[in-house]
């Protein structure tokens, strides 16, 4: 008599995303080992990101310096202009062009030498900020073509500083870290960015602020008619801040702070920024006092910081993508970036998260129309298609270690079955290992064309994020080889299309008792 198989099957594979901080043997087999170039779908399944697309020709003022800041100017007619910076220059993108913006403004031009600019814009007028150096700003009812210095529009007033950090919210300009002052907020007139003595303009000294002692301002951030300020290891919350003269200390947070101004970033409902504890959300932040370790990033926080000790100073940067629901975390030297998903918290406080290793980010902009636009060595790249920039990358998705009850029996895997969404002729690799082993086996299998797109052809999967010519298929291999414990991978060249893991059911035979 043939032994019966024992079944084990994956639901919506990967929906806990990635884990690499606990035990890979207590794992739920929900989490992943290993997603790398994934997402976390609308239907909380693992399945291929989306790729980048170049949106300028080359520029020989750029040539290969990277794009290290993109900004979106929104004029008060509601006219849309992309900028951007790279090497020593400003550019803004336009029906696939880069055009260099030349200086306008009196005098001799400024000499830049470094790369690290800040944008913000303001009532029509975009800004780039960076310690050491003017602001500079695009002002489209002046020109189109050129760059000035902020205190050379007309009606300029007071003294506009060279800070490192600014923001526009409440209807002024918001800067501080500066060279020589690290504890001042400057704030600008009412809808005059260029204006910072009289009206309503002034400033908030922070010597003395912090409870802690000594920090010094990194970043801000407004939501709800509160302004956050950063400090390395503390974080100040001031209340009423839509009228800056009479806003008051609301709260602090001590032993948390922010480490990288360009990851801080508000969704909404929240802020995200990066501490040297890790991916934090402010808001829990402030509610949890008393538990520091739930963090965003839980569940790939030894990673994290990690890649933040070995990041360059001013390289990391974030974004939060309303439209796609992920804020994407950048870590430029170490060529890895980490999409967290944020329609829901794990258990734990966590996101689910997953890696990209194939489009290393320099900079970031999410527009008002929802699109995620990416800086690359000479090339401002957008979010789209399933290609990077027609280059083909490769989907990686490898589950916990599973053990077929009992565990101290040997198990073989003698088949699996797997439901997948692709296109026709989409070759998918499936992979297993058994006892902690990197060998792994492995057989290719290929979605068939004529498969079923009924269930998912219309609704959510006929439209936006799966199109009629995606196919529900179920493909299967044969098993190999026994151990106690097992892992299985599942790998795929991503070409113009999306791959979406629907269900992993694994039938292994069971053995003798070890």
Same mark, same amino acid.
């Given at each position: 008599?043939?032994?019966?198989?024992?079944?084990?099957?994956?639901?919506?594979?990967?929906?806990?995303?990635?884990?690499?901080?606990?035990?890979?043997?207590?794992?739920?087999?929900?989490?992943?080992?290993?997603?790398?170039?994934?997402?976390?779908?609308?239907?909380?399944?693992?399945?291929?990101?989306?790729?980048?697309?170049?949106?300028?020709?080359?520029?020989?003022?750029?040539?290969?310096?990277?794009?290290?800041?993109?900004?979106?100017?929104?004029?008060?007619?509601?006219?849309?202009?992309?900028?951007?910076?790279?090497?020593?220059?400003?550019?803004?993108?336009?029906?696939?062009?880069?055009?260099?913006?030349?200086?306008?403004?009196?005098?001799?031009?400024?000499?830049?030498?470094?790369?690290?600019?800040?944008?913000?814009? *303001?009532?029509?007028?975009?800004?780039?900020?960076?310690?050491?150096?003017?602001?500079?700003?695009?002002?489209?009812?002046?020109?189109?073509?050129?760059?000035?210095?902020?205190?050379?529009?007309?009606?300029?007033?007071?003294?506009?500083?060279?800070?490192?950090?600014?923001?526009?919210?409440?209807?002024?300009?918001?800067?501080?870290?500066?060279?020589?002052?690290?504890?001042?907020?400057?704030?600008?007139?009412?809808?005059?960015?260029?204006?910072?003595?009289?009206?309503?303009?002034?400033?908030?000294?922070?010597?003395?602020?912090?409870?802690?002692?000594?920090?010094?301002?990194?970043?801000?951030?407004?939501?709800?008619?509160?302004?956050?300020?950063?400090?390395?290891?503390?974080?100040?919350?001031?209340?009423?801040?839509?009228?800056?003269?009479?806003?008051?200390?609301?709260? $602090?947070?001590?032993?948390?702070?922010?480490?990288?101004?360009?990851?801080?970033?508000?969704?909404?409902?929240?802020?995200?920024?990066?501490?040297?504890?890790?991916?934090?959300?402010?808001?829990?932040?402030?509610?949890?006092?008393?538990?520091?370790?739930? *963090?965003?990033?839980?569940?790939?926080?030894?990673?994290?910081?990690?890649?933040?000790?070995?990041?360059?100073?001013?390289?990391?940067?974030?974004?939060?993508?309303?439209?796609?629901?992920?804020?994407? *975390?950048?870590?430029?030297?170490?060529?890895?970036?980490?999409?967290?998903?944020?329609?829901?918290?794990?258990?734990?406080?966590?996101?689910?998260?997953?890696?990209?290793?194939?489009?290393?980010?320099?900079?970031?902009?999410?527009?008002?129309?929802?699109?995620?636009?990416?800086?690359?060595?000479?090339?401002?790249?957008?979010?789209?298609?399933? $290609?990077?920039?027609?280059?083909?990358?490769?989907?990686?998705?490898?589950?916990?270690?599973?053990?077929?009850?009992?565990?101290?029996?040997?198990?073989?895997?003698?088949?699996?079955?797997?439901?997948?969404?692709?296109?026709?002729?989409?070759?998918?690799?499936?992979?297993?290992?058994?006892?902690?082993?990197?060998?792994?086996?492995?057989?290719?299998? $290929?979605?068939?064309?004529?498969?079923?797109?009924?269930?998912?052809?219309?609704?959510?999967?006929?439209?936006?994020?799966?199109?009629?010519?995606? $196919?529900?298929?179920?493909?299967?291999?044969?098993?190999?080889?026994?151990?106690?414990?097992?892992?299985?991978?599942?790998?795929?060249?991503?070409?113009?299309?999306?791959?979406?893991?629907?269900?992993?059911?694994?039938?292994?035979?069971?053995?003798?008792?070890?």
């Amino acid at each position: 008599m043939s032994q019966q198989l024992t079944p084990f099957s994956i639901v919506a594979p990967g929906f806990y995303g990635l884990n690499t901080t606990d035990s890979p043997v207590q794992l739920s087999a929900n989490f992943a080992l290993t997603a790398i170039n994934c997402v976390i779908d609308k239907a909380g399944r693992v399945a291929s990101r989306q790729g980048w697309l170049a949106q300028n020709t080359t520029h020989a003022d750029l040539g290969t310096s990277d794009v290290t800041c993109i900004g979106e100017c929104i004029e008060n007619s509601g006219t849309s202009t992309i900028l951007c910076s790279g090497g020593a220059f400003l550019f803004k993108v336009s029906g696939g062009v880069l055009t260099k913006l030349t200086y306008g403004g009196g005098g001799a031009a400024p000499t830049i030498s470094a790369a690290n600019w800040k944008f913000c814009q *303001l009532n029509g007028v975009a800004m780039f900020w960076q310690r050491g150096y003017d602001p500079l700003i695009y002002d489209p009812t002046v020109s189109t073509t050129t760059f000035r210095r902020l205190n050379e529009k007309a009606g300029t007033a007071g003294t506009v500083q060279q800070a490192n950090e600014a923001i526009s919210a409440y209807g002024r300009v918001w800067c501080a870290d500066l060279t020589t002052d690290k504890n001042t907020v400057y704030f600008s007139d009412l809808l005059s960015p260029h204006v910072w003595t009289g009206g309503s303009s002034g400033s908030l000294n922070l010597v003395g602020v912090w409870p802690k002692g000594g920090d010094e301002i990194v970043g801000l951030a407004a939501h709800n008619n509160f302004l956050y300020i950063f400090g390395k290891f503390q974080i100040l919350i001031y209340s009423g801040a839509t009228t800056p003269s009479t806003m008051s200390l609301q709260d $602090t947070v001590v032993g948390v702070g922010c480490i990288a101004r360009d990851t801080i970033a508000n969704t909404g409902e929240d802020v995200i920024f990066l501490a040297n504890s890790g991916l934090r959300s402010l808001m829990r932040t402030i509610q949890e006092k008393s538990a520091p370790l739930r *963090l965003v990033s839980q569940n790939v926080n030894q990673d994290i910081q990690d890649y933040t000790a070995a990041a360059a100073e001013g390289s990391i940067r974030g974004v939060y993508s309303p439209i796609n629901t992920f804020y994407l *975390l950048s870590f430029p030297t170490s060529s890895i970036m980490y999409c967290f998903d944020t329609r829901s918290v794990l258990e734990n406080g966590a996101a689910r998260a997953s890696t990209w290793d194939a489009i290393n980010a320099k900079a970031f902009c999410n527009t008002k129309d929802g699109i995620v636009y990416f800086g690359k060595a000479g090339y401002v790249g957008k979010y789209t298609g399933f $290609t990077d920039n027609a280059a083909t990358y490769r989907m990686s998705y490898y589950t916990t270690w599973i053990d077929f009850d009992p565990a101290i029996r040997i198990s073989i895997l003698k088949k699996s079955i797997m439901t997948v969404i692709g296109t026709g002729d989409q070759v998918i690799t499936m992979k297993w290992a058994y006892d902690y082993s990197t060998n792994y086996f492995s057989e290719n299998v $290929t979605i068939d064309s004529l498969g079923s797109p009924a269930e998912y052809n219309v609704g959510e999967y006929g439209i936006g994020e799966y199109g009629p010519d995606l $196919t529900v298929n179920i493909v299967n291999t044969s098993g190999s080889s026994s151990g106690k414990v097992l892992q299985y991978g599942v790998e795929s060249v991503i070409n113009g299309a999306q791959v979406s893991i629907q269900r992993i059911d694994l039938y292994a035979k069971t053995g003798r008792l070890q």
